[in-house]
Nanobody, 128 residues
Framework: QVQLIESGGGLVQAGGSLRLSCTSP????????MGWFRQAPGNEREFVAA????????YYAHFSRGRFTVSRDYFKNTVYLQMNSLKPEDTAVYYC?????????????????????WGQGTQVTVSS
């Protein structure tokens, strides 16, 4: 079992920045693909970005590319989502997720159904 703990959400004005963190006490993310998802009220959970924790490869949704950056600190066993130029439409609960890294060329999964472990989520609210 992999327990994921997110932090870093909050209230920010449009144009501002937030950095979300995801860690797992006592469990390494080595050999896992880590995903960030978000879910706004009334909407389905949508893919934001992903990173292969061991090698650092990344993949982004179209709306996050150029504004958001996913990264990891290997030794702190932590994954980050740096969000810049935030917009009111970015308001959502943001979730960290994990699945085993199968080391295939199309390693990233865009569907929440493919991830095995989830954090509790952290609220991000962007005011206009």
């Amino acid at each position: 079992q992999v327990q994921l703990i997110e932090s870093g959400g909050g209230l920010v004005q449009a144009g501002g920045s937030l950095r979300l963190s995801c860690t797992s006490p006592g469990r390494t993310f080595n050999n896992y693909a880590m995903g960030w998802f978000r879910q706004a009220p009334g909407n389905e959970r949508e893919f934001v970005a992903a990173i292969r924790f061991t090698v650092g490869h990344t993949y982004y949704a179209h709306f996050s590319r150029g504004r958001f950056t996913v990264s990891r600190d290997y030794f702190k066993n932590t994954v980050y989502l740096q969000m810049n130029s935030l917009k009111p439409e970015d308001t959502a609960v943001y979730y960290c997720a994990a699945e085993p890294d199968l080391s295939r060329p199309d390693w990233y999964d865009l569907s929440s159904l493919d991830y095995d472990y989830w954090g509790q989520g952290t609220q991000v609210t962007v005011s206009s």
